[in-house]
């Protein structure tokens, strides 16, 4: 399991926007919270049964899971590297860019909240990598506490109804109306909330930016009573349920889509051939998945320029996350029709 690392934490900007988040819209005040159990067991016979009942604790542990959903490029990956101040989810300008569930953990005070991440609700394609990607987020609903619907503020349409209709009923939603920095007219904004209260019972209204420090510090608030009172799953100081492994790949792949830009399909991924630990340094050897020659002239670029690059902002970006001396190699190789053939997901990890 990765964990933080001694550095100095990614992901937040730091509070350069003195003054900071957004101040909610007037009238957009969350709904009532709804009563949370705090799972704490019914007395029986005066015995204590928990640590505050005991005398022992006056602040039992809180911990709980909270689903991040949202159609492709609201936001959600921006959200969770925020909320988990590192790094552990890529993002770029592609839609679809995430396409694994992770788990980001992030412990503070009493409370270990447990953010997961899913892959953009997939409308466009019917291939195998969209069907197991839909399968994924089906997975992660039933088994949270509070799910966190990403919208961008001001916008509700027929791919962010879609990705509503999938979450069950019994959960706690909160509506965070995300990039709010990009409206303009911040007065519009209250007959839209007004007009997504009639839509759904959401538990909360969250105008915010997920860029914003002082937004995503208020979020933490907003999500906490939501969670139920029991002791934590992770360590205190874990960071995410994968692997620096993972990360690795993820980090490459976000350097690959962002260097490319709108030239490569977001069908390209990236497999970690080798990662050895040499004391204080980690030697990687990683391939990009293709599926057509021409797509493997697009990564290597002109005399290799593009994959040179590729290769020096993924490994300056590891050697923060991993702490360590990187050593990186990159290789490229046509697979094709990877991404509608399961075995092959398979053997990528999806
Ligand atoms: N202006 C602004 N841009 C944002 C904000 N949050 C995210 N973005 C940008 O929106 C784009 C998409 O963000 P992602 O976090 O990759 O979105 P996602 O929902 O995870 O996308 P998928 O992986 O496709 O599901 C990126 O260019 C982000 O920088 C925000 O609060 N304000």
Redesign the pocket.
């Known amino acids: 399991m990765a964990r933080k690392p001694r550095s100095v934490p990614q992901g937040v900007e730091p509070a350069a926007d003195a003054g900071g988040g957004e101040a909610a819209p007037e009238g957009a005040a969350p709904a009532d919270a709804p009563e949370v159990d705090a799972g704490s067991p019914a007395h029986a016979g005066g015995v204590a049964h928990t640590a505050v009942e005991a005398g022992l604790d006056a602040t039992p542990q809180r911990c709980g899971r909270v689903a991040i959903i949202?159609?492709?490029?609201?936001?959600?990956?921006?959200?969770?590297?925020a909320l988990v101040g590192q790094k552990i989810?890529?993002?770029?300008?592609?839609?679809?860019?995430?396409r694994h569930r992770i788990d980001g953990v992030q412990t503070r005070g009493d409370t270990q909240y447990i953010f997961v991440?899913t892959?953009?609700f997939q409308t466009r394609r019917v291939a195998a990598l969209n069907r197991t990607l839909n399968r994924t987020v089906h997975g992660v609903l039933t088994d949270v506490d509070a799910v966190l619907l990403?919208v961008e503020a001001g916008r509700f349409g027929p791919d962010d109804e879609k990705v509503l209709a999938l979450v069950p009923r019994d959960k706690p939603v909160l509506l965070v109306a995300?990039?709010?920095?990009?409206v303009v007219r911040r007065a519009d904004l209250m007959p839209w909330l007004q007009s997504m209260q009639q839509r759904f019972p959401f538990a909360e209204f969250v105008p915010?930016?997920?860029?914003?420090n002082a937004d995503v510090e208020r979020l933490f608030d907003i999500v906490r009573p939501y969670l139920p009172e029991q002791p934590w799953i992770y360590d205190a100081d874990a960071l995410t349920d994968r692997t620096d492994r993972f990360l690795v790949s993820e980090i490459v792949r976000e350097k690959l889509f962002r260097l490319t830009g709108d030239e490569l399909p977001y069908t390209s991924t990236v497999v970690i051939d080798s990662f050895v630990e040499e004391g204080e340094l980690r030697r990687i050897a990683a391939t990009v998945i293709v599926e057509r020659e021409s797509h493997k002239g697009i990564v290597i670029g002109t005399g290799g320029e593009r994959l040179k690059r590729i290769g020096s902002e993924a490994r300056q970006e590891l050697e923060r996350l991993l702490d360590a001396k990187v050593f990186l190699e990159l290789w490229v190789k046509v697979r094709a029709g990877w991404a509608d053939d399961e075995a092959h997901l398979r053997s990528y990890g999806y």
């Not at 949202?70 to 590297?81: A, C, I, W």
């Open positions: 949202g159609r492709p490029n609201v936001g959600k990956s921006t959200l969770l590297n989810s890529i993002t770029s300008d592609k839609a679809q860019t995430t991440d892959p953009g990403v995300n990039k709010l920095d990009t915010m930016s997920a860029k914003k």
